[in-house]
């Protein structure tokens, strides 16, 4: 799998938007980019993916580059409750090769909104 | 509260014991993974079955067991454990394994190895 490069931390404030960028320079045409976050002693939650064009859903918008190169997850207004660990990841599309199913995280974005 | 759901919420166990961890899901997915997270660190991938079928194993050890006996439920057998497996261990599910499948997490098990 491609693997991806976010910062280690960020800081927002609460009713700001939120950016977090997520390079991944090796991309495959064939992998999905996408964004979960978990917030302190729970599951990862899913927010978003993409494969090329840009998505949007009521938690977040995800912006792909056109080469695919990276990408931003806008979180448009975020809140204290916001405040997580946010993951980019890239995932195999089709069935093939050992990686097809894996969802694999790396170090991810920790996101502290403030008041 | 998450659709995937696991029992016990947090399970104390000693290096002798044997145990199991239980996850559900009802909403017809047919792909069903168990990850293992450390403190502070992201959660790594165990196994991915589908369609009741083991299809991943990423190396783990024997003493872990997996168990799919539906393709709503999926359980984790542990057996012999060391102190260094006391981790918070997270089932998922997706519709299938394909990569717009978007995985759904419940809130895990922390498991306590003493």
């Known amino acids: 799998d491609a693997k991806t490069t976010q910062p280690p931390s960020m800081d927002c404030a609460e009713g700001r938007a939120a950016n977090l960028p997520c390079n991944h320079s090796?991309?495959?045409?064939?992998?999905?980019v996408y964004w979960y976050r978990q917030i302190h002693s729970q599951g990862p939650q899913y927010i978003i993916h993409?494969?090329?064009n840009n998505e949007t859903n009521e938690m977040a918008s995800l912006i792909i580059t056109e080469d695919r190169k990276s990408s931003t997850l806008i979180l448009p207004h975020a809140t204290l409750r916001d405040t997580a660990v946010y993951y980019c990841?890239?995932?195999?599309?089709?069935?093939?090769?050992?990686?097809?199913?894996?969802?694999?995280f790396g170090q991810g974005t920790i996101l502290t909104v403030h008041p | 509260d998450t659709e995937v759901t696991q029992t016990p919420k947090h399970l104390v166990m000693g290096m002798t014991n044997k145990k199991s961890l239980k996850c559900e899901q009802h909403?017809?997915?047919?792909?069903m993974y168990w990850y293992k997270q450390k403190a502070k660190k992201p959660p790594e991938l165990m196994f991915v079955y589908s369609y009741e079928k083991l299809s991943i194993n990423e190396s783990v050890p024997s003493r872990f067991s997996p168990e799919c006996p539906n393709s709503s439920l999926l359980n984790l057998h542990l057996h012999a454990l060391q102190p260094e497996d006391s981790a918070l261990y997270l089932c998922?599910?997706?519709?299938?394994?394909?990569?717009?499948?978007?995985?759904?997490f419940g809130n895990g098990t922390r498991l306590t190895v003493t």
């Open positions: 993409g494969l090329k």
């Open positions: 998922a599910s997706s519709q299938m394994t394909g990569g717009n499948s978007p995985l759904h």
């Open positions: 090796t991309i495959s045409g064939n992998e999905y």
């Open positions: 909403m017809g997915h047919r792909a």
């Open positions: 990841i890239v995932r195999v599309a089709t069935a093939g090769g050992t990686s097809y199913g894996k969802l694999t």
